[in-house]
């Protein structure tokens, strides 16, 4: 029998074999934690980027190869350290990405502990947003 999450905005049966069930516990967890908004709804606000910090949290070698505009950069390896050296007020409107919305959930919840009062998860990450071949930059 193939074991079966659900998460709000993805189906991770096929991702089961990319990620441990210890790992998906924790992305579920976090998700009941976690606000997730929408890719249509990131598109909208990138209109008026200074009404949101949009973050990418993946590897430094991700975001060399591409990344959305107006992000900043903060992996998920160094975020909690750095958050509030950038941004020092915790109800400064955050939205989080990563490659498919499970490390960005995770980060998001982390930011939420630290007490950060607007942090989203972008639901499907990069991969969903160069799926519906959205604009990307390249350095």
């Not at 598109?43 to 959305?68: A, G, M, N, Y």
Request: aromatic residues 8%.
């Amino acid at each position: 029998m193939r074991a079966f999450l659900e998460l709000s905005h993805l189906r991770l049966e096929d991702s089961l074999l990319d990620h441990t069930p210890g790992f998906l516990k924790l992305v579920a967890e976090a998700q009941g934690e976690v606000k997730e908004v929408s890719i249509e709804d990131v598109q909208v606000q990138l209109k008026t980027p200074k009404d949101f910090i949009l973050i990418d949290v993946r590897e430094d070698h991700e975001w060399q190869l591409s990344h959305l505009p107006h992000a900043v950069h903060l992996s998920k390896g160094i975020i909690e350290r750095d958050i509030e050296t950038q941004f020092p007020d915790p109800q400064t409107p955050l939205v989080l990405y990563c490659g498919g919305g499970y490390r960005s959930i995770l980060a998001a919840q982390s930011l939420r502990k630290m007490g950060y009062t607007q942090v989203r998860s972008m639901a499907g990450g990069f991969r969903a947003w160069t799926e519906r071949q959205l604009p990307t930059i390249t350095d």
